[in-house]
C-alpha cells in the first residue's frame, strides 16, 4: 500500500511541474504578446510577465491560457493584423 501511494505521489510531482511549466510559459506568451497592443501609447518594456507569476497563476487558468496561446500563435504567424494595429498605421 504504501508503494502505492509513492507513485501516485510521483505522478501527482509530475503532473504539478508540468501544468507549472506549460502554464506559465503559456500565460506569459500571451500576455507578452497582448499587452502591448491593448496599451499601443505605453512602452513596451513595461509589459514583460515574469515567468514565476505567471507559472503559479498558470496553475488555475492553465486550462484557458494553453487554448489562448495556440490562437495568439495563430493570429501571430497567419500575419493577421488586429484592430489596434490597424488603427497605429494610419
Not at 511541474?17 to 503559456?26: C, E, K, S
Amino acid at each position: 500500500m504504501k508503494k502505492l501511494f509513492k507513485n501516485f505521489l510521483k505522478i501527482a510531482l509530475v503532473i504539478l511541474v508540468i501544468n507549472l511549466a506549460l502554464g506559465g510559459v503559456t500565460l506569459q506568451y500571451t500576455l507578452n504578446y497582448w499587452m502591448p497592443k491593448i496599451t499601443p501609447d505605453t512602452p513596451t518594456f513595461k509589459y514583460h510577465a515574469e515567468f514565476l507569476p505567471c507559472a503559479v497563476v498558470g496553475l488555475f487558468v492553465g486550462q484557458f491560457s494553453v487554448p489562448a496561446a495556440a490562437v495568439t500563435w495563430l493570429i501571430e504567424t497567419s500575419g493577421h493584423k488586429t484592430a489596434v494595429d490597424k488603427k497605429a498605421n494610419q
